[in-house]
């Protein structure tokens, strides 16, 4: 009996090492496993909390063109060995993050939003998402 392949769930400090390059160590760590994930030699997930804390670190703190940072994000998802169950929902958030003025989890929101799945919210700013939501 073959046992279910391990999928790992990854930090945000391994997607940015990987991205920015910028840790001797963890940087090439980073470079190699996702080489695996690429190819599809191991598997993984990509929380769209941690999707959201890796838009806010490249644009705050390193400051990173939107468009930029959806293309990496966006590049990675697409990995072979990415198995998430909502990627569509998240790369839908990225290209809502992307060509919008509204943070990146107002757009993921909108993003899982549907007739059975109404975002309840004070902003005004997430109809302009599309998102199937209420103002209360």
Do not use: W
């Not at 391990?6 to 090439?28: C, M, Q, W």
């Not at 990675?76 to 919008?100: C, H, Q, T, W």
């Amino acid at each position: 009996m073959k046992l279910p392949q391990k999928v790992y769930l990854i930090d945000t400090n391994v997607i940015l090492r990987y991205l920015l390059g910028d840790h001797p160590e963890f940087s090439a760590r980073a470079e190699a496993f996702m080489a695996d994930l690429s190819e599809g030699t191991k598997n993984a997930e990509i929380l769209d909390v941690i999707i959201a804390e890796c838009v806010y670190v490249m644009e705050k703190y390193y400051e990173i063109p939107k468009s930029e940072i959806v293309e990496k994000l966006s590049a990675i998802l697409n990995f072979s060995g990415i198995v998430n169950p909502d990627r569509s929902e998240i790369l839908e958030a990225l290209l809502k993050y992307e060509n919008s003025n509204i943070d990146i989890v107002d757009c993921i929101l909108a993003a899982r939003s549907s007739p059975e799945k109404v975002v309840i919210s004070f902003d005004k700013e997430i109809k302009k998402l599309k998102a199937v939501s209420e103002t209360l």
